[in-house]
């Protein structure tokens, strides 16, 4: 293996030491019912599974989140987020928490079909699962919140882009979207120099990702003029390291008049507001005060 791939795979195993560490001090929110392990794909694979939480004695369909997943494009789960998603649940939705193929096995564009397949199979099965779908909401952080940024552009009457990404849109459309500390510009990395920066570009759009025919269509500065995108809750904080990727997203929102709010969390003493501080500890207070935020924001557009 090249020294740039084993500096990627080193970093992500140390990061998924210290998340195992973490939730196996955490404790998931009571009253919540769920369904686990659903093949969205029926192809046998792990990353095309799901599960849905709902509040417990939940007997009809209710207001339905489905999120996804962080992790660099290239790390993690749908067990990173269940926590998370169980809070989320606690405030009276139903949570669809998705799996997805992860670089290098699969590339930016199959992880984005991998979503449209999670939301057909949402399309497909709403009622069974207590999915309201003319109240549906979409959230995701870091490279979760470019993949859920992306998917709600492509669905947002953009037909040069679903031919692009071999999509097809699902009958609903999202009433807003929740996007925490997300990775909106792959800038950064596309057109980085430095070796590393290089691999993790072919990991993410192949071998040859300077003629890649997404290059150009998979940042929100490259997509986002023209579309009118769901409004959104948009949350980052001092501390986190890609803060400057949703303060810029957070002007282009504005550029292009697009309905939306910024919650950007200052520093606090004796804590430390980290990159997607809100999800990897859903019980501090201050993860409460913006998962609260975000899940009003959503219940202001349910019909």
Known sequence: MEIAAEILTRFWQITEKKDKARLSKQRPADGIDGRFDIPYINDGETEHLLDVYFPENTKENLPAIID???????????????????????????????????????????????????????????????????????????????????????????????????????????????????????????????????????????????????????????VLCGTKIPPVYLASSAEDFIKRQSDAFDALLTKYNLPHFYRRMGRVKGKHLSHVFNILYPDWEESIFVNNEMTDFFKSYID
């Open 68 to 222: 996804i997943h962080g992790g660099g494009w290239m790390y993690g789960n749908k067990e990173l987020n269940k926590n998370y998603c169980y809070y989320l649940a606690s405030r009276g939705f139903t949570i669809v928490n998705i799996n997805y193929t992860l670089a290098p096995k699969a590339t930016v564009d199959v992880q984005i079909r991998d979503v449209f397949a999670a939301l057909k199979w949402v399309d497909e099965n709403a009622d069974e699962y207590f999915i309201d779908k003319n109240n549906l909401f979409l959230t995701g952080d870091s490279a979760g919140g470019h993949l859920a940024a992306l998917t709600t552009v492509i669905m947002s009457d953009r037909p040069d882009l679903e031919l692009l990404y071999n999509v097809e849109c699902p009958s609903f459309r999202f009433k807003a979207i929740g996007l925490t500390c997300g990775a909106f510009n792959l800038d950064i990395i596309l057109n980085n120099r430095i070796f590393v920066a290089k691999k993790y570009a072919e990991f993410l759009l192949g071998s040859d990702f300077e003629n890649s025919p997404y290059k150009n269509s998979v940042s929100m500065r490259d």
